[in-house]
């Protein structure tokens, strides 16, 4: 199994300032022949379900604002989020989706400082 | 746009078998990869299995023994059963699908709600 870790599992961050939470796999969840990194980013607000942002490590889903990016390659991956607003306050996990089963980084409880 | 529902007993008794059913609405079940997630309170995401109408499902290795998925294409549903149920089975759980725009691999970009199930005499 491919294990995810995140860091930090908290983070608080003041508003309008950027909030960085990385993401760790235990394989390279880069695919040669797409060139592509199979690891998604969602979030997920109280009693709330997970909400995909990015995949493909940058990717932003539809709908997501641009403040929200994703970069990293290979083992490493980042979550940005440029000025925080306080509608981003969540848990937010990361995820392969490499190979089965699609394992969860534990999730960063991102806070207002 | 699509939307899912899951459905099922909130209170499940230790050693019995918990159901639970998704229901697709808003496009056919038949295009997709359907998936089982569940949350303990608390804690984080885990993922229980995937099915595709017409072919086998793929189950977690933690669960394999006790999970059984299957697909209702014409009431456009999907289910999950998990026998042997014990108070670490308590979680709320999602169905969710498989991203499609050539993405080969389970990413979910559709999430049920949730369903709180807890084990208990």
């Known amino acids: 199994d491919i294990v995810m870790t995140q860091s930090p599992d908290s983070l608080a961050v003041s508003l309008g300032e950027r909030a960085t939470i990385n993401c760790r796999s235990s394989?390279?969840?880069?695919?040669?022949?797409?060139?592509?990194?199979?690891v998604a980013w969602y979030q997920q607000k109280p009693r709330q379900p997970p909400k995909l942002l990015i995949y493909?490590?940058?990717i932003r889903e539809f709908g997501v604002p641009d403040r929200f990016s994703g970069s990293g390659s290979g083992t490493d991956f980042t979550l940005t989020i440029s000025s925080l607003q306080a509608e981003d306050v969540a848990v937010y996990y990361c995820?392969?989706?490499?190979?089965?089963?699609?394992?969860f980084g534990q999730g960063t409880k991102l806070e207002i400082k | 746009q699509v939307q899912l529902q899951e459905s099922g007993p909130g209170v499940v008794k230790p050693a019995e078998t918990l159901s639970l059913t998704c229901t697709v609405s808003?496009?056919?079940?038949?295009?997709?990869?359907w998936s089982w997630i569940r949350q303990a309170a608390g804690k984080g995401l885990e993922w229980v299995g995937r099915?595709?109408?017409?072919?086998?499902?793929i189950y977690s290795p933690s669960l394999k023994s006790r999970v059984t998925m299957s697909v209702d294409t014409p009431k456009n549903q999907f289910s999950l059963r998990l026998t042997s149920v014990t108070a670490a089975d308590t979680a709320v759980y999602y169905c969710?699908?498989?991203?499609?725009?050539?993405?080969?691999?389970?990413?979910?970009?559709?999430w049920g709600q949730g369903t709180m199930v807890t084990v208990s005499p």
């Open positions: 808003g496009d056919s079940i038949s295009s997709y990869y």
């Open positions: 493909w490590a940058s």
């Open positions: 969710a699908r498989r991203m499609v725009r050539g993405v080969n691999g389970d990413a979910f970009d559709v």
């Open positions: 099915i595709y109408p017409g072919s086998s499902a």
């Open positions: 995820q392969q989706f490499y190979s089965s089963p699609p394992l």
């Open positions: 394989q390279s969840l880069l695919y040669s022949p797409n060139n592509k990194n199979y």
